[in-house]
């Protein structure tokens, strides 16, 4: 697959494309090294990652400034924070830019950065300490959704009845923000972070803010980095590190 091709996918085909299956396990790596090649053109600019914290614990906000093809460093960069002005910031010469952030209050928050024109959006998840939070890596949580708009609605469903007890965030494994945003919102789940899974230090990071994981559903690999941070581990796929389930309404059913 060649990053023309991948410029005519829409969220919805590219996650098709993103099947477990062995015949498609060439496809898919053929698919992600080309999806760097995209990524780095159709996000020339400013790009702010999504970021969770508990209400009084420091978070770190990060934006990366780029160029066509790879990170464009020294760019002075206006950080805002729900429309008000937090800081301009300059990015280091590997693009990257940072500045700590104590929210007071709980709830979702706007990250938006501007740079010489440029723009981005982030979203910044403020959990109070008691709350609890379900992950949910995309790929592979809603992979069977994407072929039957039974089991989409289904997973749409508990998804949606589960965010009325739980807070949600989703892991992006393979495809990232960009991909995974659009068609999370198309489906009409409910809006949340998209945090990019980087295995067990994602959920340490989590933990060292004070977020509370009560579940994670991914993929056998994602579950099993999992095993030592959360007791309750979903997964579709065969596994001895958590328990595999059939459909959503059966994970439904053991968070309820």
């Known amino acids: 697959m060649t990053p023309e091709t991948l410029f005519s996918l829409t969220p919805d085909t590219f996650f098709r494309k993103m099947t477990t299956s062995s015949k ?114 995309v790929e592979d949580g809603f992979k069977t959704a994407l072929f039957s708009d039974e089991i989409k609605q289904s997973s749409l469903k508990v998804v949606k009845t589960l965010s009325k007890t739980y807070k949600i965030i989703y892991l992006s494994r393979l495809a990232g923000k960009s991909i995974t945003g659009p068609w999370l919102e198309k489906q009409g789940f409910p809006r949340s972070v998209i945090l990019k899974w980087q295995g067990s230090d994602t959920l340490k990071g989590l933990k060292e803010r004070g977020v509370q994981i009560a579940a994670i559903i991914g993929s056998a690999a994602v579950i099993s980095a999992a095993a030592d941070s959360v007791d309750k581990r979903y997964t579709f796929d065969k596994t001895k590190e958590g328990t595999t389930v059939k459909n959503w309404d059966e994970i439904a059913g053991l968070l309820q």
């Open 24 to 137: 498609y396990l060439t496809l898919t790596a053929l698919s992600l090294a080309a999806l760097f090649i995209v990524t780095s053109v159709c996000t020339a600019g400013v790009a702010v990652p999504d970021r969770v914290t508990t209400v009084e614990t420091p978070v770190r906000i990060t934006v990366l400034t780029t160029g066509r093809f790879f990170a464009a460093g020294g760019r002075l960069v206006d950080i805002y924070l729900d429309d008000k002005h937090l800081k301009r910031i300059l990015t280091g010469g590997d693009g990257y830019g940072y500045l700590k952030y104590t929210p007071q209050s709980t709830g979702y928050k706007q990250i938006k950065a501007r740079s010489n024109g440029d723009s981005a959006e982030g979203l910044l998840l403020v959990m109070a300490k008691k709350d609890r939070a379900i992950a949910i890596e």
